[in-house]
């Protein structure tokens, strides 16, 4: 997951502002009318195997420090047993450090914010220190039975979504919160601007500073698990079980990757914006699995 705010959050911003006073329809013929020939296609451009149910991928950019960092459970999504781990590779698939910070028990979603990395672990946020690659506190959070998907704003404000309670939490300022209630079985997290892109069983919703809500896109045919921006108000979404989805701004979805026969899974997904690469963890498979995704 990327965590920083995307070059288009003025668009999306806008395009929100619009549907809400319900010009949705002509906005969404326009773009129907612009992107009728582009049908988006993915190019296999590496694997990169021996990790530890890899759950989640994250592009990280700092200068000339670049990096994949990549959650792994190693064991039961659900139980402490310290054997969590996070690896880092290269962007060209190379595994360089494969227990790059141990201790760990069933880490999922991350986010970065100011050189730390936040990782939630089944009932805390765990907060890792980039540099010294230590982890730094463990940021427990109440009430927390399966925390799962991590998304960061601007402003370093941290979004994370607990699956079993269906709950979105709120990190501010030092202070946690119940953010959202009632989300059905919430799950992927995109932070777009100032507004909160959420994966809930099976559908798509962006929640606006009001907390209002409003569906971007519905019927996908697994639970959501990775949502990542790809520009132009379009979306890439991931469901576990082997799906991996275009989500185009009118809510058409094109469906990119269906392995589910394969039993190869298509978790928590990253996106580098520079290169239009997606990065997705294939958990059971002890792999990841990088694309580049073609839209014209």
Same mark, same amino acid.
């Given at each position: ?59 990280? &950019? ?64 765990? !907060? ?11 940021? !427990? ?22 699956? &079993? ?32 892109? !959420? ?5 798509? $919703? ?38 991996? $989805? $275009? ?40 792999? !990841? ?8």
């Amino acid at each position: 997951m990327l965590t920083s705010v995307s070059s288009n959050k003025n668009e999306v911003s806008n395009v929100i502002s619009l549907k809400t006073l319900g010009l949705s329809f002509l906005l969404s013929s326009l773009f129907v009318t612009s992107l009728a020939h582009a049908q988006p296609t993915l190019e296999k451009l590496w694997l990169a195997e021996g990790l530890n149910i890899p759950e989640s991928v994250l592009v990280y &950019r700092n200068g000339k420090t670049n990096f994949l960092f990549v959650s792994q459970i190693n064991g039961d999504a659900s139980t402490v047993d310290g054997n969590g781990s996070i690896a880092r590779l290269t962007l060209d698939g190379e595994v360089d450090e494969p227990n790059w910070v141990t201790g760990l028990n069933a880490p999922k979603g991350m986010g970065v914010f100011e050189g730390k990395l936040y990782v939630s672990d089944i009932n805390e946020i765990v !907060v890792i220190d980039i540099k010294s690659a230590q982890i730094e506190k463990r940021l !427990v959070v109440p009430g927390a039975v399966f925390l799962n998907d991590i998304a960061i704003d601007a402003k370093g404000t941290l979004y994370v979504s607990d699956t &079993r309670t269906n709950k979105v939490h709120r990190y501010e300022k030092g202070l946690l919160d119940d953010y959202l209630v009632k989300v059905e079985s919430a799950n992927g997290l995109k932070v777009i601007g100032p507004n909160l892109v !959420v994966g809930a069983g099976t559908h798509l $919703y962006l929640v606006d500073k009001s907390k209002n809500r409003l569906q971007i896109a519905a019927g996908f045919a697994q639970g959501i698990d990775g949502i990542e921006s790809i520009g132009k108000g379009d979306f890439l979404v991931s469901c576990w079980a082997g799906l991996l $989805y $275009y989500v185009h701004l009118n809510g058409k979805m094109d469906l990119l990757i269906d392995s589910q026969k394969e039993g190869i899974n298509t978790a928590d997904i990253g996106f580098d914006s520079q290169t239009q690469t997606v990065f997705v963890p294939n958990f059971a498979k002890n792999s !990841v699995t990088a694309y580049k995704v073609v839209t014209n």
